[in-house]
């Protein structure tokens, strides 16, 4: 029929043909079919005749394949089995497509409350609304999808309208996390995998987005109560939940910070308390309670960095928060010390012997490891180092330190964490130390080679390198005799090893051991070489005033009283005082107390240190004025012309790392740079700087 040549080829009448039968099929028995059902049975029905339309379909095109392969393709018609489908869609999908849709979303409304239903017959029915668009997801989406969707929100909007009233911030989460978790199960199981984002969207948005704020708020069930009472899984479920939220991570980020700031906070108020009440029965318990407050803050940082990592899954935003809320009080000090002061006595106390902290190696470390983590808080960290080394420089001149492998062990943490120009000092110090050792034995060898060079006592000398230790200040001490050949012999050994190096005796530093000969027995006293000088004195006169001693000794005023109130006045009374009182004062009179005795036969005469805090701070200063001008100096040779706001702002971030440079030091040093010819102002703006080369 179709090969003959016209007017014998019926190809069109065929092809018309076959429009037709499907047309005549539909209208006279698939119809009023489904036109009689309604609800779940129409649905039955509507899924029953589209397969047996494509059977249908599929037979028919395969009789009249011929013209599919030759008719078809020259004319460029829609081909049989388009033909077949686009009847369907015209005759009967146009008409039942609304009922349909209805029917299918009532069956869904009626399986979130809980009921069970037919999942396969909803694939099928959906399948339908994706395979008549040939290729194309339009019908699904907007005759189906665009509804589904608005229903959706619907639904869950009002849920979640009771929920919030009902529910505390735990159950509602379980719920939400339940809803979505059901929803992606629906998905799976008969609806368009397409539709998953835009359905999750709706119930994050219902469940989440709208009831944020008030979720995070509840009074005793929000983020606040659950960080109060460390509910690590709510927790956790929070995030997961608010992550998938635009912008959702914020409010509770926000909360997290200031739920540490106002921990952190009272556990300084604490420790303020503290220190205040134990001020006044002794100093050494305010020690104490310093150790304390820093071992909190520790764990503290432990508690909440555990949270950071585990709950919040290492998100940035919380490790800022974290670090944000940790500056605001790790920068507070406690009764008059800053917390860089804290921190630098804390690690004094665990490096040194007879501390009051006692670990095993394994927890010293940890330890070091944590304090490092929590110098990155603070915000003046050259007051850290430079009370470190006034530490570091007693622990190892008094032989004080438990372990030069953690001592080494801290400053190469700190190096990394702060760069190297951080520890090199202290660095040298430990490094002066193994060589005055290796000195002190050359010292020996020298001694035994040379008799004729015999000191008459046992010397050690701890020799050191200016630069790397705190500035000590060294008095022309007048050394009794026996001492000053000491001095001497090492000298003559120095200079055997090298010329050109000056030597400063620093007698503040020194101890001494002096055999003292008291009437009830003899005993060895350990002193320091000021109180050794004072009392080598008493051998050649028994009875000396004050003025006597200070013009022998050749020292000031406030070491004269400091060194005569731990002979007399202390828990040793190696001297008779007149008038017998409890303060030294210019008028009085010492002699030899040959009564003397104790328990012990070796006592250690203690002599109370100066209070160095004020020093410490004066030199840290004087330093930051140097790294200020260095700063300004180095901005300037590579700008050559800026204005002043700009040059303040770069030198704060350049020095930021190290300290908080005041914005009030940095115009003085600005102007001091000025007269000195490093800058000049610019003569028609006087913000503005040159750079003079």
Known sequence: MCTQKPPHDYSQQLYDKYRESFEEYITSTVLPSLREKHDEYMLRELVKRWANHKVMVRWLSRFFHYLDRYF???????????????????????????????????????????????????KNVLDIFVEIGMGQMDYYENDFEATLLKDTAAYYSRKAANWIVDDSCPDYMLKAEDCLKR?????????????????????????????????????HSGCHALLRDDKVEDLSRMFRLFSKIPRGLDPVSSIFKQHVTAEGT????QAEDAASTKKAEKRDVVGMQEQVFVRK????????????NDCFQNHSLFHKALKEAFEVFCNKGVAGSSSAELLATFCDNILKKGGSEKLSDEAIEETLEKVVKLLAYISDKDMFAEFYRKKLARRLLFDKSANDDHERSILTKLKQ??????????EGMVTDLTLAR????????????????????D?????????????????????????????????DFYQTKTKHRKLTWIYSLGTCNLIGKFEPKTMELIVT??????????????????????????LSDDDIVRLLHSLSCAKYKILNKEPSTKTISPTDHFEFNSNFTDKMRRIKIPLPPVDEKKKVIEDVDKDRRYAIDASIVRIMKSRKVLGHQQLVTECVEQLGRMFKPDFKAIKKRIEDLITRDYLERDKDNPNTFRYLA
């Open 417 to 426: 964490q702060c760069g190297g120009q951080f520890t090199s000092k202290m």
């Open 459 to 491: 010397l050690t000398v701890t020799v050191l390198t200016t630069g790397f230790w705190p500035s000590y200040k060294s008095f022309d001490l007048n050394l009794p005799a026996e001492m000053i050949k000491c001095v001497e012999v090492f000298r």
């Open 183 to 219: 929803e992606k199960d629906r998905v799976s199981h008969y609806l368009h995998s397409s539709s998953e984002p835009k359905l999750l969207e709706k119930v994050q948005h219902e469940l989440l987005s709208v009831w944020a704020n008030r979720l995070l708020d509840k009074e």
């Open 72 to 122: 078809i393709a020259r004319r460029s018609l829609p081909p049989l089995n388009e033909v077949g489908l686009t009847c369907f869609r015209e005759l009967v999908y146009q008409e039942v497509n609304a009922k349909v849709r209805d029917a299918v979303i009532s069956l869904i409304d009626q399986e979130r409350e809980g009921e069970q239903i037919d999942r396969a017959l909803l």
């Open 297 to 308: 803050v520790i764990e503290l940082h432990d508690k909440y960095l555990a949270y950071v």
């Open 266 to 269: 009272t556990l300084v108020k």
């Open 529 to 554: 070489t000021y109180q050794a000088s004072a009392l080598l004195l008493f051998n050649s006169s028994d009875r000396l005033s004050y003025s006597e001693i200070m013009t022998q000794l050749n």
């Open 438 to 457: 290796e000195n002190q034995t050359n010292f020996e060898e020298y001694l035994s080679n040379n008799p004729n060079a015999n000191p008459g006592i």
